[in-house]
């Protein structure tokens, strides 16, 4: 499947086709990441059921320091 | 006394930004012998396509601190309000710092995005700490919102020049019916102590840790300047006089 993700055109092996199976190809299950999809933020307890699709944008988040 | 903003209450009056710190090392140094309670994060996109690298929040024991995320990079209220939220779905926080740049060049805050960001933040429930210039009206603008404090800049974020309009700040500070945190601006540790000593109720600074040439020891300074203007502030200072006046008698002179 073809998505935007950050801003970059990739396609995503086609096992993948859930928030919660992308954080885990991506190896962030530990880390502290906020997903939006189509400028819908999604909840964490929905990862698992929230279903990619082809074109979504997607963004992954997270905090980095500021002032 | 405490410093309350919102429902929290912090013994610490400095707020200490994370960003351009030489080392982590240096960072977490820092940040301890700050004693700094709240601390600033931006929000980015994470570099997924490269190496992880060390994230500084993630080495935090989020228990002993508050995180206050900041909207940079928002160029209007929308994009501001988008990124408050992204912040609070991380379930860490539920403060922000409005902070809309109008100008990339100065980096002074747009006024009227700012002030539309903070009320729509304060409906969407968030406790809002308003980043904002040093002008007197729109101050009270934002307090009359309820934003839960006010933050009016020293000077230009990074620039270091330290507080260019006391009167004004004071004006702020007289005026305020919520916490006046100065953030940005401040250089070294006699501007925070100035700023604490005009009666701000806390400063927030990055730039003048982060980028000294020794940060631990200046986030040392820092704190004990917050301290001390604090305390010179409850204590009040004398009235300025024209002229000397001897500090000993006059009179029982030795000398003939």
């Known amino acids: 499947m073809n998505v935007r993700l950050n801003g970059k055109s990739i396609s995503l092996p086609a096992e993948i086709d859930t928030v919660a199976e992308l954080i885990r190809h991506y190896e962030l299950e530990n880390r502290i990441v906020i997903v939006e999809i189509d400028k819908n933020i999604i909840e964490k307890t929905l990862y698992a059921e929230t279903e990619l699709k082809e074109g979504s944008e997607i963004e992954m988040i997270h905090f980095v320091g500021g002032g | 006394m405490m410093l309350k903003i ?24 820092a940040v301890r012998v700050s004693e700094a309670e709240i601390l600033t994060f931006a929000v980015r996109r994470m570099n997924i396509f490269e190496e992880s690298q060390p994230n500084f929040l993630e080495q935090l024991d989020l228990t002993k601190y508050t995180l206050l995320p900041n909207t940079a990079g928002a160029r209007n209220a929308e994009e501001a309000v988008r990124i408050a939220k992204l912040a609070k779905a991380s379930g860490l926080c539920d403060m922000i710092k409005v902070e809309v740049i109008g100008c990339s060049k100065t980096l002074l805050p747009d006024p009227l995005e700012t002030l539309k960001a903070s009320e729509m933040l304060l409906q969407e429930g968030f406790t809002v700490l308003t980043y904002t210039s040093d002008d007197v009206l729109l101050a009270r603008r934002l307090q009359e919102l309820g934003v839960h404090a006010v933050m009016p800049g020293a000077s230009p974020i990074g620039s270091g020049k330290g507080i260019m309009n006391p009167l004004q700040l004071r004006f702020i500070i007289e005026q305020a019916t919520v916490p006046i945190i100065v953030d940005a601006g401040i250089g ?32 040392l300074a820092m704190k004990l300047a917050v301290e001390s203007g604090r305390l010179g502030f409850e204590a009040g200072r004398i009235p300025e006089k024209e002229y000397g006046e001897a500090s000993s008698p006059l009179t029982g002179m030795v000398s003939s």
């Open chain 2, 6 to 29: 919102g429902d929290k209450t912090f013994s610490s009056r400095l707020l200490l930004g994370t960003g351009k710190y030489p080392s982590f090392e240096v960072q977490k140094e």
């Open chain 2, 188 to 219: 070294s540790p006699k501007d925070a102590a100035f700023a604490m000593e005009l009666g701000a109720d806390g400063v927030l600074l990055n730039t003048a840790v982060a980028g000294a040439k020794d940060p631990v020891k200046m986030a």
